[in-house]
């Protein structure tokens, strides 16, 4: 997937941040939800990914959990999450449902959001094979006409956040799809050179799944990388969307992460969740545990690991149980917003 990252020259700052002493109390475990043991820590997220020497640590949110006050409290916290992206409200179906009309009503209220916050905002995304409005997928365009409506949907939407998002993310493989099939591989130039034009600071990410190990679909996008870049094509870094499976996390990822910034371009974890088959059990969460903690320490490894977002921070709003019949707990937080073993995890990987 093209994944188009905006930092920009006003970026929307952070606020100070609290000084944060010990990471970790002692004592007894605490007891959360079902009698498992939950974090010991009493970190905040963003703030230790900061004293590590990231730029962030951030969560997806979505526009419907924005009603949900408990939540919210969690989210607006921004030493927890210095960085948000909205899940579903900048993708095409949501911002330009019919061909010329654009809306960005559900996109603004989390870019102000964010802005209030003193949050970073990664925008999600430009070009995806899913959640296309049907003006797309149906409109059987011949090849120039499908060039531009490409370039127009994405230099509009990334003006539009310029100035206000770190990251603009534009997402599609190669597949058999609306794009593929009429443009071949050229509509991520058109999507790449079309970001740039519209936001010259704009960071512009390749962002796919199952790409966290070393493997073929891996050596096809650094093959991919070096022609963007022996084009010309404006590539500043790799997302790794990391939707993991407890006790699979890839033994080479930290290698692999190594290879592609050897490309010269960053790399960031960007919608990291590690689903397990329910249900959940004491040695599930200890194992999620250990998974967030080698992710985190993966990306610590990788100088050019700029950050990590989690596919939102809770349970109650994962996206997985929808996805993967069977399966679920993904987040760091359980679904009464109560921190998991794994919130541990990742407070470890980043100061062990």
């Given at each position: 997937m093209v994944q188009l990252i905006s930092t920009l020259v006003?970026?929307?700052?952070?606020?100070?941040?609290?000084?944060?002493?010990?990471?970790?109390?002692q004592g007894a475990t605490p007891t959360i939800s079902g009698g498992f043991p939950g974090a010991t820590s009493t970190a905040k997220l963003h703030t230790v990914a900061k004293a590590a020497g990231k730029l962030y640590f951030g969560t997806a949110t979505d526009n419907p959990e924005l009603t949900d006050t408990a939540y919210t409290a969690i989210l607006d916290d921004n030493t927890m999450f210095g960085q948000i992206t909205p899940a579903n409200s900048m993708k095409w179906d949501a911002t330009e449902p019919n061909r010329g009309q654009f809306?960005?009503?559900?996109?603004?209220?989390?870019?102000?959001?964010?802005?209030?916050?003193?949050?970073?905002?990664?925008?999600h995304n430009c070009v995806w094979h899913q959640q296309l409005p049907d003006w797309v997928t149906a409109g059987n365009f011949d090849a120039t006409t499908l060039a531009s409506i490409v370039t127009t949907h994405c230099s509009t939407l990334v003006q539009h956040y310029a100035g206000k998002v770190y990251a603009l993310n534009d997402d599609g493989t190669f597949r058999q799809d609306v794009f593929f099939d009429t443009l071949n591989s050229s509509y991520?130039?058109?999507?790449?050179?079309?970001?740039?034009?519209?936001?010259?600071n704009a960071k512009l990410y390749y962002n796919d799944f199952?790409?966290?190990?070393?493997?073929?679909?891996?050596?096809?996008?650094?093959?991919?990388?070096?022609?963007?870049?022996?084009?010309?094509?404006?590539?500043?870094?790799?997302?790794?969307?990391?939707?993991?499976?407890?006790?699979?996390?890839?033994?080479?990822?930290?290698?692999n992460m190594q290879t592609l910034a050897n490309l010269?371009?960053?790399?960031?974890?960007?919608?990291?969740?590690?689903?397990?088959?329910?249900?959940?059990?004491?040695?599930?969460?200890?194992?999620?545990?250990?998974?967030?903690?080698?992710?985190?320490?993966?990306?610590?490894?990788?100088?050019?690991?700029?950050?990590?977002?989690?596919?939102?921070?809770?349970?109650?709003?994962?996206?997985?149980?929808?996805t993967f019949a069977g399966q679920g707990a993904a987040c760091p937080w359980n679904e009464e917003l109560q921190r998991k073993p794994s919130f541990d995890g990742i407070v470890s990987g980043f100061t062990s």
């Open positions: 006003t970026l929307v700052s952070v606020a100070p941040l609290a000084v944060w002493a010990s990471p970790l109390v809306t960005f009503a559900g996109g603004d209220v989390i870019s102000g959001l964010a802005e209030s916050n003193g949050q970073l905002l990664r925008g991520i130039p058109l999507a790449f050179n079309a970001a740039r034009s519209a936001d010259p199952n790409i966290e190990g070393s493997g073929a679909k891996s050596s096809a996008l650094q093959t991919l990388v070096q022609s963007l870049q022996a084009s010309k094509t404006p590539i500043d870094g790799i997302g790794l969307q990391s939707h993991l499976i407890v006790g699979e996390v890839p033994g080479d990822m930290q290698q010269g371009v960053d790399v960031a974890i960007t919608e990291l969740d590690v689903r397990m088959t329910l249900p959940v059990t004491t040695a599930l969460l200890e194992q999620q545990k250990a998974d967030y903690k080698t992710v985190i320490e993966a990306c610590m490894a990788v100088s050019r690991c700029v950050g990590v977002t989690v596919w939102d921070f809770t349970d109650k709003f994962s996206w997985v149980p929808g």
